[in-house]
T-cell receptor, first 110, second 116 residues
Framework: LAKTTQPISMDSYEGQEVNITCSHN???????ITWYQQFPSQGPRFIIQ???TKVTNEVASLFIPADRKSSTLSLPRVSLSDTAVYYC???????????FGSGTKLNVKP | NAGVTQTPKFRVLKTGQSMTLLCAQD?????MYWYRQDPGMGLRLIHY???????AKGEVPDGYNVSRLKKQNFLLGLESAAPSQTSVYFC???????????????FGPGTRLTVL
């Protein structure tokens, strides 16, 4: 099972950049790294996905080093509405790797 | 386009009762999944389906059964509910499940189940 390790919680202030790092030491060659966001009483929502180097979309960036054993989700200029739980997943051909873990609870303060 | 819908939104059962949770998706997705989420924890995969008529066990399948008789529906059954099954249940679907590229899962709003 390709488990991931993330910090349990993080605090930030509005307008700051937030970086959440995820460790996935046993990632396989064909695996992708995917991040989801979950608000209270809602299902998770896809944020970003990557395989290597850097991926950027309209809401976040994902940095993946060459060894791919970790990844960092970067949220630019967070607002109060970014307060949520963020999950890092390693996803591949094998469904055993759909492991959400406990996620990182991000608390954005005014 | 409603996406992924779940029925019911809330339910209270007594120990030993049975019930079925319904998940429906209108995105023509092949893959569907059932997860449970306990307080303060991440989601755990119960069962999944890679297509109509097929199902497979996930991480925590005991005490649950599933059926995928139609492509758009995925049913989760509890034959004899236990307090340990008190949880929030999420259904999800994806286009392919990850062949050439890992696929995005779309989640429903969840069903909050309490077993007394």
């Amino acid at each position: 099972l390709a488990k991931t390790t993330q910090p349990i919680s993080m605090d930030s202030y509005e307008g700051q950049e937030v970086n959440i790092t995820c460790s996935h030491n046993n990632i396989a060659t064909n695996d992708y790294i995917t991040w989801y966001q979950q608000f209270p009483s809602q299902g998770p929502r896809f944020i970003i996905q990557g395989y290597k180097t850097k991926v950027t979309n309209e809401v976040a960036s994902l940095f993946i080093p060459a060894d791919r054993k970790s990844s960092t989700l970067s949220l630019p200029r967070v607002s109060l509405s970014d307060t949520a739980v963020y999950y890092c997943l390693v996803v591949g051909y094998n469904f055993n790797k759909f492991y959400f873990g406990s996620g990182t609870k991000l608390n954005v303060k005014p | 386009n409603a996406g992924v819908t779940q029925t019911p939104k809330f339910r209270v059962l007594k120990t030993g009762q049975s019930m079925t949770l319904l998940c429906a998706q209108d995105m023509n997705h092949e893959y569907m999944y059932w997860y449970r989420q306990d307080p303060g924890m991440g989601l755990r995969l119960i069962h999944y389906s890679v297509g109509e008529g097929t199902t497979a066990k996930g991480e925590v399948p005991d005490g649950y059964n599933v059926s995928r008789l139609k492509k758009q529906n995925f049913l989760l059954g509890l034959e004899s509910a236990a307090p340990s099954q008190t949880s929030v249940y999420f259904c999800a679907s994806s286009y392919s499940g990850g062949l050439a590229k890992a696929d995005t899962q779309y989640f429903g709003p969840g069903t909050r189940l309490t077993v007394l």
